[in-house]
């Protein structure tokens, strides 16, 4: 099992910036991809930005320029700056992270129990 928990969520004004912290503990070997995700009311769950093992990253769209997603495998934490935030990025935001088995080769995927930012205009 996997457990990711997010903070640095809260309350910020348009043009301001916010950092997420998502700490990852248990069996956190053998974590590929990490992942932030976003969900406001009333709409699907959707991909923020993501990130490798080896470091790639790919990003949403409408964060691209914006948003910096990083994670320090030492302190098996995963972040994610944004800056020159909109109220259209109101939404919980959830961690993930796919752990793959060794034994298996099976993927499994676990979640955060997510994080409020809220953008005030």
């Known amino acids: 099992q996997v457990q990711l928990v997010e903070s640095g969520g809260g309350l910020v004004q348009a043009g301001g910036s916010l950092r997420l912290s998502c700490a990852a503990s248990g069996s956190i070997s053998f974590i590929n991809a990490m992942g932030w995700y976003r969900q406001a009311p009333g709409k699907q769950r959707d991909l923020v930005a993501r990130i490798t093992g080896n470091g790639s990253t790919n990003y949403a769209d409408n964060v691209k320029g914006r948003f910096i997603v990083s994670r320090d495998n030492a302190k098996n934490t995963l972040y994610l700056q944004m800056n020159s935030l909109k109220p259209d990025d109101t939404a919980v935001y959830y961690c993930?992270?796919?752990?793959?088995?060794?034994?298996?080769?099976?993927?499994?995927?676990?979640w955060g129990q997510g994080t409020q930012v809220t953008v005030s205009s």
């Open positions: 993930n992270a796919d752990r793959r088995n060794p034994f298996t080769v099976r993927t499994t995927t676990y």
